[in-house]
């Protein structure tokens, strides 16, 4: 396995067969071994840079019915919320003050925000911070609706694609399609944003075969961002009864990618946060070097329930920044409140 692991390293490729070969036969040692490989690609790339990015989930209303998540459309038992303009402005007035120079503004696929509310939204929040980079991660879009939002201003889109065995996918999105999502992380592409794909870690009848398409999706894609998180049951949902993915899984993952796209901006979630204490630090010890800490104001937050539990303890919360940074320092980081743009992509270009 370690040679394995060597040639990921000095290729940052391997080969579908040889993905399923290292996944399938990881012991403690190379496993230790594989993440001090992706730690040092991460240090060649970003020193001991971790970014933070303020997250805003602006409205958890949602019209599909994802079997994993909680703010699906089926769930009647989700409180719903919405936040207006000025509260979501609020919100970055507030991160602004904090020093986050990045917004993520993520939503359920809500019809309430029609792209001439999400432009006007964004055009609010660019011209009273201009120096701030605004990512939005509201599901799937046109192609003209991707291009409106970014000439209002949208410097990112996240957009994970969840599972890339169409199969699993299918199962997974009742009414919805598998080539539609990869369609949209094309156009987005295209158009010119930094865009950010992912998967979920974990779920029921997922295989390392399921992980290793996912992985060499991502390597074709060359997402500028990649989000993975462990799965997280959600007791309202048709999947509440499955257990957990692990942190450990999701920490091998993470380093892939690290070897496979060394630039890659790569967050340590929330996820993997709410499934043990020292989870995102793992995540950063394995190749992580994002952190989204909330700033969705405190009376809605507990409604923005993806899965259950969802890291909630007061030092989720972006006022608590100090508690933050001092993990972060803590674990040997040093924190970067800067827009913390892709190396490719620096900011002025
Ligand atoms: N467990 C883990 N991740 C989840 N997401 C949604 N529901 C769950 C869950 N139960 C993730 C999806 C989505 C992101 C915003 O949250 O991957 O893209």
Known sequence: MKSLIDQLYHTNDLDAENLLQLLNNLNDKNTLYLHRCADKVRKANYQDKVYLRGLIEFTNYCTNNCL???????????????????????CCREGYHLGYRTFVLQGGEDPY?????????????????????????IGEKSYDSFKRYYDAGTDRYLLRHETNSRE????????????????CLYDLKTIGYQIGAGFIVGLPRQTNEDFVRD??????????????????PQ????????????????????SMIRLLLPKVLLPATTALGTLSPIGRKKGLRAGANVVMPNLTPANVRDKYSLYDGKMNTGDEGAQFLAIIQEGISHAGYIVDMSRGDHLDRQYPI
């Open 68 to 90: 994993y998540c909680g703010i699906r459309h089926a769930n009647c038992k989700a409180d719903r919320y919405r936040l207006s303009k000025e509260g979501i402005i609020a």
């Open 113 to 137: 925000y029609t792209d001439q509310k999400i432009c006007d939204i964004i055009s609010n929040i660019k011209s009273d911070f201009p120096e701030c980079a605004i990512t939005l991660s």
């Open 168 to 183: 699993l996918y299918d199962y997974l999105h009742p009414d919805m399609s598998y080539d539609n999502r990869i369609r």
């Open 215 to 232: 992985l060499r999706f991502l390597k074709e894609l060359q997402p500028h961002m990649v989000g993975i998180g462990p799965f997280i």
């Open 235 to 254: 007791k309202d949902t048709p999947l509440g009864r499955y257990p957990s993915g692990t942190v450990d899984k999701t920490c091998i993952l993470l």
